[in-house]
């Protein structure tokens, strides 16, 4: 009797709603979770789950079936991993690599393959300029922009010399040519350090002897957390303040450096104590969930998959039709964390920077308070070679 | 000339912390015959066991001897279970065995604490720095490092020429088989030499927390430049690998403290960076090339 009633019941709402009773909308979300940058991608998945399950299983109103890989930092991982979910899965929508190396191998093939990739973290030069592609879409920043609004910010902050150190590989190089974009004084010094380097004292002696009036270092992850702690040990935080771009001191580093942080500069594109209801929302649902702070990467997921959520809604959860999907994509209907959003021509974000400085919290840690603005309505310098 | 003096005395700390980890490096590839590729690993022990004995108690002070205590256990028990079975097995066997220590190191270490790195706040007693001389001042932690490494490169020295242990060492380090012939209880000796050297490299890794970022894979980031230190002291040698780690050390820090702007005199800017970071990353193997060249058995081989 109950069985019956509710089969009737099953059919009839099946019969009535024809539209929700669809196939879910597969999402393949390839990242980083293992080794040292592994709290990276565990920040990037859990914040894309954090906004499928805020809205009970779904985006835009579309059930989803989340697909989520370790490619390891290696980037043939990552592109074995992609080509499977294409073939045998049918993936035709994908997310979450974290590191630019990664993403140059994986995403070529997921876009020739027709389907789209949103990127919430890496964007290197080469695609954002002549290797643009109609679906390849960017939520975070271009990779120079990083480091264009440190630039800028000690442009602003009234400094007139500084000294650069970074690694001496690409990123390294990058981030010194993307500050000096926007630096308007003089550069006193410029070093290379070696990406297995541990001490940093013959830096730090460097740095002193120059006397700049600024530094800005570039050093991600644990080389940061060595290279600031022996700047503060050398005495030098007192005497020369730091720039820094939003990579070289994330939440979790944050820690790990512990009160020596406090007094630094740092530009970014968000920050934890934005006031903003979208922003609040993600905070309070990130909280209660994961009960840590989450790293500025967590953001860049979250607004990922919102943005795939406003397409859905917009096409009804359909890919089929890749144009209409494309086309929802670039409206970028949805209200960011981090306030202003929209796409330039490259499908890359047009945003505010802004800066924000290390200070004593409320309970004696070390928080990120943002202070000031940096940049607004800032793209990048490659959108003019992207022909679509 | 104090920033000469300056960069001389990064030198020596670096080669200091060096010194440290080497020690227990070459006794053991000179009395034992074992190439130990998972001494880094005791070095990061060290530096996890202080750091989180010194988050617990709040007393960086009683980090040191958990960190000694614990990397010295955990040396012992490699030897015991792990290296005692590779003495008569050629070095292949060995690098594969401690290598595959090291995976498991790390990957334990990971299970317990986690990816991200530890902290380890500076001792109160120690913050700070010191006016040496007009215009020279220098981190008070940092002269504490030297002062330590001396001392134990002094207490080493004594051990090995003044003791009947130190005399079982020297002996092992020059003929091995003839002190077996002998009738000395060899095992218990290997098993005292692997605990010493643990613990020295215990001792390193705790006195690295405060200035470095305390993560898993920390001692394979150090091993090669001990190696290095290693082959240009002469294998086995503790007054070799004494000399050689200060060589490095201040060669080391020199090359990357003046080359740059020593190049800049004959090239445009951007190319002597280049270079000069190039060339100062490959500085103590140019050393160790031309050390071999003039002495194959490095500077101080104990069987030369």
Same mark, same amino acid.
């Given at each position: ?18 539209a ?13 979770? =293992? ?21 009970g299983?779904?985006?835009g ?33 994908f ?18 393959a ?9 964007a290197?030069?080469?695609m ?18 990083l ?7 000690? =442009? ?10 970074a ?58 957390? =060595? ?35 406090i ?38 997921a ?14 009804n ?18 209200? =960011? ?52 | ?21 080497a ?16 001494h ?8 996890y ?14 980090g ?8 010295? &256990? ?34 334990v ?26 215009? &020279?001042?220098?981190p ?11 001392l ?5 020295? &004594? ?9 079982l ?20 000796l ?17 006195m ?18 001990t ?43 951007s ?27 490095? &500077? ?5």
């Open positions: 009797m109950y069985r019956k009633t509710f089969l009737a019941l099953a059919v009839s709402v099946a019969a009535a709603l024809p929700f009773a669809q196939e879910p909308v597969k999402i393949g979300l390839i990242t980083t979770l =293992s080794g040292p940058g592994g709290y990276i991608g565990q920040d990037i998945r859990d914040a894309f789950k954090l906004a499928v399950d805020m809205e299983g779904k985006l109103g579309a059930p989803v079936d989340l697909m989520v890989e370790d490619d390891a930092l290696k980037p043939g991982q990552g592109k074995q991993i992609a080509e499977r979910m294409l073939t045998n899965d049918g993936v035709k929508l997310t979450g690599i974290v590191f630019s190396n990664v993403a140059g191998a994986t995403v070529p093939d997921i876009v020739d027709g389907a789209f990739y949103i990127s919430p973290n890496a290197p030069s080469n954002a300029g002549k290797g643009c592609n109609e679906n390849y879409f960017v939520v975070s920043w271009q990779n120079d922009s480091h264009e609004s440190a630039g800028q910010l000690a =442009s602003n902050l009234g400094y007139k010399s500084a000294f650069v150190l690694p001496n590989y690409q990123a390294g190089k990058d981030a010194i040519t993307g500050f000096k974009r926007y630096f308007k004084g003089k550069i006193v010094g410029e070093l290379y350090t070696s990406l297995d380097q541990t001490d940093f004292s013959a830096e730090m002696a460097q740095i002193r002897a120059a006397n700049p009036e600024v530094v800005f270092q570039f050093h991600p992850g644990g080389l940061g957390i =060595s290279f600031l702690r022996q700047y503060e040990q050398a005495g030098l935080l007192k005497t020369v303040p730091m720039v820094l771009a939003e990579p070289s001191l994330d939440a979790v580093t944050l820690k790990s450096i512990g009160e020596a942080a007094g630094l500069n740092v530009s970014s594109h968000w920050n934890s104590d934005f006031d903003n209801p979208a922003n609040k929302k993600f905070m309070e649902a990130w909280t209660k969930a994961y009960n840590r702070m989450p790293t500025y990467y967590a953001s860049q979250y607004d990922a998959a919102l943005e795939i959520a406003s397409a859905l809604k917009a096409t959860g359909s890919l089929a039709d890749a144009d209409a999907f494309r086309a929802a994509l670039r409206k970028a209907d949805f209200q =960011s964390v981090r306030g202003k959003f929209s796409f330039g021509p490259n499908q890359h974000p047009v945003q505010d920077w802004y800066a924000l400085k290390v200070e004593k919290g409320e309970d004696g840690k070390p928080v990120l308070k943002t202070v000031g603005e940096v940049f607004k309505d800032h793209g990048d310098a490659y959108a003019d070679q992207c022909k679509m | 000339m104090s920033l000469f003096l300056e960069q001389l005395l990064n030198g020596l700390q670096f080669g200091v912390m060096l010194f440290l980890l020690a227990g490096l070459t006794l053991i590839f000179g009395i034992m015959g074992v190439i130990n590729l998972a880094g690993s005791i070095y990061m022990i060290g530096a066991a202080g750091a989180y004995v010194a988050a617990q108690t709040g007393s960086f002070f009683l040191v001897p958990a960190a000694l205590v614990a990397a010295a &256990l955990v040396g012992a028990a490699m030897e015991f279970l792990v290296v005692r079975r590779l003495y008569k097995r050629d070095h292949l066997d060995q690098v594969l065995a401690t290598f595959a220590l090291i995976l498991i190191f790390n990957q270490v990971t299970l317990l604490f986690g990816r991200q790195p530890l902290f380890v706040s500076m001792p109160s007693l120690l913050d700070g720095a010191v006016e040496l001389l007009p215009g &020279l001042t220098y008070i932690y940092r002269l504490a490092i030297i002062l330590v490494g001396l134990v490169a002094l207490g080493l020295y &004594l051990l090995i020429n003044r003791t009947r242990i130190g005399m060492v020297r002996a092992g380090s020059t003929n091995r088989e003839m002190v077996r012939a002998l009738g000395v209880n060899v095992g218990m290997y098993t005292i030499v692997f605990g010493l050297g643990a613990l020295l490299a215990g001792l390193a890794g705790v690295a927390g405060p200035i470095l970022a305390v993560q898993v894979g920390m001692g394979e980031q150090i091993l090669i430049t190696f290095v230190v290693v082959v240009i002291g002469g294998v086995g040698s503790i007054r070799g690998a004494f000399v050689a780690s200060l060589l490095l050390g201040v060669v080391d820090t020199m090359l990357r403290a003046y080359l740059p702007s020593m190049l800049r005199h004959v090239m445009i800017g190319d002597a960076d280049a270079l000069g970071a190039g060339i100062s990353s490959m500085g103590i193997y140019l050393l160790m090339a031309v050390v071999l060249l003039i002495r194959p058995k490095g &500077l101080f081989a104990p069987n030369s």
